[in-house]
T-cell receptor, first 114, second 112 residues
């Protein structure tokens, strides 16, 4: 079965410290993976995407993610958190070789402490 | 402006009433999706359409129907609304993995 799991429902970091949001996937096929961000009462914005090119993907606002096939992971990182990063983050999976269904993780809410 | 347009933005229904949520995209995307978002559940796929003329069930299709009217439009219908359908609904469109997916701004639906 295809699935995506976000390992933490909430993450709290202090402003200026690194951010790590964890995502694992399960698939028999090579997936495409995305991270989206949703600020309070807003829509969803694409942060970055992995589509079988470079395994280290750089996105907007200083975020990046590394695709690790051996660990079936696609963790999102940022070297230094900013207050404006406080939001909910979704890891999203697409099995493009099999169907066109995109599946969301349950989300990780990122809290930034002053 | 290019993007995904959802209407209405807010709606309150009484139990048993019906309504249709509209979604239109002007990016010439093949695929369109309807999701619902509930606290702690992430976004769950209701229905999707990989191309004009085709629709498929997602994770939570019960109580909903969809129509892919043409390449631009994908509507979601609640025939007999229930309080359990209170949620925020998002429409999305895309044209393949290389380009990501664009989401509408959402419809906040309350069923009383």
């Amino acid at each position: 079965a295809q699935s995506v799991t976000q390992l933490d429902s909430h993450v709290s970091v202090s402003e200026g410290t690194p951010v790590l949001l964890r995502c694992n996937y399960s698939s028999s096929y090579s997936p495409s993976l995305f991270w989206y961000v949703q600020h309070p009462n807003k829509g969803l914005q694409l942060l970055l995407k992995y589509t079988s090119a470079a395994t280290l993907v750089k996105g907007i606002n200083g975020f990046e993610a590394e695709f690790k096939k051996s660990e079936t992971s696609f963790h999102l990182t940022k070297p230094s958190a900013h207050m404006s990063d406080a939001a909910e983050y979704f890891c999203v999976f697409l099995n493009w070789a099999r169907d066109d269904k995109i599946i969301f993780g349950k989300g990780t809410r990122l809290h930034i402490l002053p | 402006n290019a993007g995904v347009t959802q209407t209405p933005k807010f709606q309150v229904l009484k139990t048993g009433q019906s309504m249709t949520l509209q979604c239109a995209q002007d990016m010439n995307h093949n695929s369109m999706y309807w999701y619902r978002q509930d606290p702690g559940m992430g976004l769950r796929l209701i229905y999707y359409s990989a191309s004009e003329g085709t629709t498929d069930k997602g994770e939570v299709p019960n109580g909903y129907n969809v129509s892919r009217l043409n390449k631009r439009e994908f509507s979601l219908r609640l025939e007999s609304a229930a309080p359990s359908q209170t949620s925020v609904y998002f429409c999305a469109s895309g044209t393949g993995a290389n380009y990501g997916y664009t989401f509408g701004s959402g419809t906040r639906l309350t069923v009383v």
